[in-house]
């Protein structure tokens, strides 16, 4: 074992149970407490570069982040059976495997913080292989979504989902704009990477995720019991979710269950827009629930 972090990634292709190929990569310290970063619907591992990149970071933990089934470098198999609940949740745990991981932490992204939700529902309470569930401006499970979807994002959709091309390349550029605050400058190379990874996505895969189905109860049974500690971070100008519907769920649901944190000015990609005060809540809640 090396006696202190890596700064090099780790890449690797990882074959889930179903044999789907899943590209998943780890920098930082195999010691210390395991964080896996999940990106949101269409996107890719690469929009977490300010955290592979944070030097306290890759030092007190061990990052990993992948594809999701569907996206990126992964496979995108385009039948229905490959997009179930369980199918999510065993990518999840082939990537821990695969780094030698037992348990982890879940940093979620927009649509990648339903995952923990799948994981619950297909390993139980008893087994749980998430330490704690982290929302960078997420859902914490796919049925909630329409209590606190903001107007911009539901206008966004139908041309994400349409066979057009013409329709569909005016979405994407709306969807990279609606991540962010207005007057937040995304650089070129950031910018073309996410694009890149909705324009690369199968057509049939956007429309299979966005149909797929998950049981939510061994989540919220957990959680509102404190045994799933939670992390939300939201901004103020988030465009895809609307901050004071979704701090009201939070607080009703959870209670103390839950820490909250409101970003001002801070849009739909808290982790991007204001990376040091992300990754320090991020750094702060995992090793105070590691002891």
């Known amino acids: ?3 202190k972090a890596s700064t090099t990634v780790q890449s690797r292709s990882v074959t889930s149970a179903d044999g789907t190929k899943v590209w998943a990569e780890a920098v930082g310290d195999a010691r210390k407490p395991a964080v896996i970063f999940v990106h949101g619907f269409s996107g890719c591992r690469l929009v977490f570069e300010k955290q592979f990149e944070d ?5 007190r933990l061990f990052l990993i982040r992948y594809d999701l089934r569907g996206h990126g470098s992964s496979d995108q198999p385009v ?3 490959a997009y179930t609940s369980q199918r999510i949740a065993e990518d999840f745990v082939a990537v821990c495997e695969a ?3 037992k ?3 879940l940093a979620g992204w927009s649509y990648g913080g339903s995952i923990a939700a799948d994981l619950l529902a297909h390993y139980g309470p008893e087994y749980i292989p998430i330490a704690g569930d982290i929302l960078l401006a997420g859902v914490p499970y796919l049925s909630m979504f329409g209590d606190v979807a903001h107007d911009v994002v539901m ?5 994400l989902l349409s066979s057009e091309v013409e329709a569909f390349s005016k979405s994407v550029d709306d969807l990279i704009d609606s991540c962010v605050a207005d007057g937040f ?8 990477a996410w694009i890149g990874a909705a324009a690369t996505q199968r057509p049939a895969v956007r429309h299979l995720l966005r149909a797929r189905t998950q049981d939510a109860t061994n989540f919220l049974s957990t959680s509102t019991r404190g045994k799933l500690p939670l992390l939300v971070i939201q901004g103020t100008k988030d465009k895809h979710i609307y901050h004071e519907k979704m701090e009201k769920f939070v607080r009703t649901t959870f209670g103390d269950a839950a820490e909250y944190h409101r970003l001002d000015g801070v849009g739909h990609s808290p982790f991007h827009e204001r990376p040091e ?3 320090r809540l991020i750094l702060d809640f995992i090793e105070r629930v590691s002891g």
Do not use: C, Q, Y
């Open 1 to 3: 074992m090396p006696n």
């Open 55 to 59: 030097p306290r970071l890759v030092e």
């Open 79 to 81: 039948h229905a059976e």
């Open 99 to 101: 780094f030698g991981v």
């Open 103 to 105: 348990k982890a932490f």
């Open 155 to 159: 206008g966004i959709f139908p041309g």
């Open 185 to 192: 400058e995304v650089s070129d190379a950031t910018r073309w």
């Open 277 to 279: 005060t992300v990754n």
